[in-house]
Structures are given as C-alpha cells and as structure tokens.
C-alpha cells in the first residue's frame, strides 16, 4: 500500500513538473522557423501557387504574423490550418484534406497506376506469345490443331499419289 | 488464315474493353458530379441574386443583427462593394464610398454591404479604422460570396441590386467620386 502511495506521489510531482516546463514552453514567442513550418502547408490565398513561407507580399507577411498570433495563443497547426481553411477554402492548403471529393486526389493515381501495370503485365504477355507459337510451329508439331493435321493429311495423301 | 486469326486475338478482350470504357465514364461522371457539386451558383445581370449569408465583423451590424441573408434585403437597392485591405485601389475608392453612404444611411431604401475579399482579420480592422467606415461589412469566407457575384476581374468590383434582388450593374475598379456611385444608384430608384 505505501508502495502504491509512494508511486502515485512520484507520478503526481513528476506530472506538475512537465506542466511546468511545458508551460514555461508557451511562453516563449514562436520563432521563424515555427511559423514557416506551418505557413509551408499552406498556400498564398491570392497569389495562387506561391507557398506563404516564401510570398513576398505584405498580406502573406500578415498570414505569417496571424499563424505567430495563433501559435503564441496555443493552438496547435492542425486548428491554424483548419482556421485557413475556414477562412479561405481548402485551396489554400498545400495538401489536400482527406475528405469528400479531394478523395480523388489520392485514390485515383494509384488506381491508375494499378490499372496500367495490369495492362502492362498484360500486354507483355501477349507480346511473348507468338515466339512460343513459333517455336512450337517451328518444331514436332506435336500441338498442332486437328485444322492442321487434316491438312497434313491430305497433303501426305496427295504426296502418295503423285508417286 | 491462320495469321491473320492469330492477329485478331491480340491485344485487349471485349470484356476488358467493357471495363476501361466503363471506368473512364465513370470517372468522368464522377468528376462533374463533384464539380458541379463544389461550384456556386453564379449571378447574371438581369437575373437574381443566389442567396448568401454574411456574418459582419466584430462592431457592424445590420438592423441590430450580427448576421444576415441577402433575402433579408428584399424591397431595398443593395450596393455591395467587395474590397481587401491589401488592395491599393480599395483605398483610392474607400472615402467615396463612406461619403456616400452616409448620404443614404438614413433612407432606408438604400443599404451598403463591404465584403472583405481574402483577407486578414488584423488587416481588415485596419482598413475599416483608417477610412473610418461604416456600413456593414463582412468578410467573404471561402471567397463564396464573391464567387455567387461571379466576381469578374478583381478587387474592388461593386454590384448593385434592385428592390427585386436583381443584379442590375457591375462596377469593375473603383469609383472616381461620390457623383458617380450617386449616378449608379439614381440609375435604378
């Protein structure tokens, strides 16, 4: 029992300790590399195709000053990207959310892909197969169609007779 | 005879033709499905407006409310004026338009609606601060309003709409004075 008592003591003062570190953390302003690293998963909402951790422009300096805002005020990437979302559409969003239609963006290539190699396999297959017939064409003639062998006969028939 | 036979059994089965086609046509049904489900219904002159919703900004309200539907407006002419803080002819146009309404603010048959085009809030508050602007404004989330007005070049871009909920006139940039905005409106009471 003291045991357990002692542990549960030890877990308590070792959990008010990470609080405290981890609240001293948040005190501390974002640096630049933080506030890139999620301006980098998203997109300039009016220079289309421009990242906003490498826009120029004064409102994208203004989207990293907000994304500095929010991290500051705890929030963690997955709301500021949400928050953009909200805001200005899934387009500003470097990559797409797994929802709906966007759906698409990552079943359909794979698919596709699938769908090719099993054309590919295909076609290989096909393509080897008239060096096989020929070769068997070529050879005994032991699989020879009974089309072909009637022929054969005939034309043996016909041999027999010329002599 | 026999090559030719041979020849025709190349390449892809029926069946598998079936398949490709089926799945091409279902891609492509597919695809304008979602389209078609993502894209807004867009305004025409002459035509009504598509409903849409605006939630002002912390200070503006309309009528005592906080947000509001375009169908609220119904009976009054309506000149929504989309900008953004980031848009220097914005500003060249944002005096005018404040001096114009406060021209018709007290008509009640003339309301004013700024939508804030992509923008952010802290940019926003300022603009509105600096040109000390008061008619309702909004800011244009999802860039869905701007996309049912069917935006046509940029920003700034003014739409007026009847007592009808008819799209009468676009003004593409920004006005030179408050005559010409006055015009506009005079145009259609």
């Known amino acids: 029992m003291k045991k357990v008592l002692h542990t549960l003591i030890f877990t308590f003062l070792l959990s008010v300790l990470f609080t405290g570190v981890a609240l001293a953390q948040s005190n501390t302003p974002p640096t630049d590399d933080e506030v890139n690293a999620v301006a980098h998963k998203l997109y300039c909402p009016v220079c289309e195709s421009t990242p906003l951790d490498v826009c120029p422009t004064d409102a994208c300096k203004d989207w990293r000053e907000l994304i500095r805002t929010m991290l500051a005020d705890g929030k963690t990437e997955a709301q500021i990207l949400q928050h953009f979302q909200e805001q200005y559409g899934a387009r500003v969003l470097a990559e797409p959310p797994k929802e709906g239609f966007y759906w698409l963006i990552y079943l359909l290539p794979p698919a596709i892909i699938l769908v090719g190699a099993f054309f590919l396999f295909r076609s290989l297959k096909e393509w080897t197969k008239p060096k096989a017939a020929a070769s068997v064409l070529g050879g005994a003639g032991s699989e020879s169609s009974p089309e072909k062998d009637s022929y054969l006969a005939r034309f043996e028939e016909e041999l027999k007779k010329q002599k | ?189």
């Not at chain 2, 804030?116 to 600096?130: C, I, M, Q, R, W």
């Open chain 2, 1 to 189: 005879m026999t090559e030719e036979k041979t020849d025709t059994k190349r390449g892809v089965s029926v069946t598998a033709q079936i398949a490709i086609w089926a799945f091409l046509v279902g891609l492509l049904a597919l695809v304008g499905f979602g389209l078609n489900r993502a894209r807004n219904p867009m305004a025409v002159i002459g035509d009504p407006v598509p409903e849409f919703n605006l939630v002002f900004y912390p200070g503006y309200e309309y009528a005592g409310n906080k947000e509001m539907k375009l169908s609220d407006l119904q009976g009054k002419i309506v000149v929504i004026n989309i900008w953004a803080s980031w848009c220097k002819p914005c500003e060249q146009e944002a005096p005018d338009l404040e001096a114009a309404w406060q021209l018709y603010k007290d008509s009640t048959d003339v309301v004013f609606i700024g939508v804030d085009y992509v923008d952010t809030p802290a940019g926003a508050n300022e603009y509105l601060t600096k040109f000390n602007i008061t008619f309702p404004n909004a800011p244009d989330l999802k860039s869905n309003i701007s996309s049912i007005l069917n935006r046509q070049m940029g920003v700034p871009e003014t739409y007026l709409i009847d007592r009808k909920g008819i799209l009468r006139q676009i003004k593409i940039g920004p006005f030179e004075s408050v005559n010409e905005i006055q015009t506009m409106i005079q145009s259609i009471q």
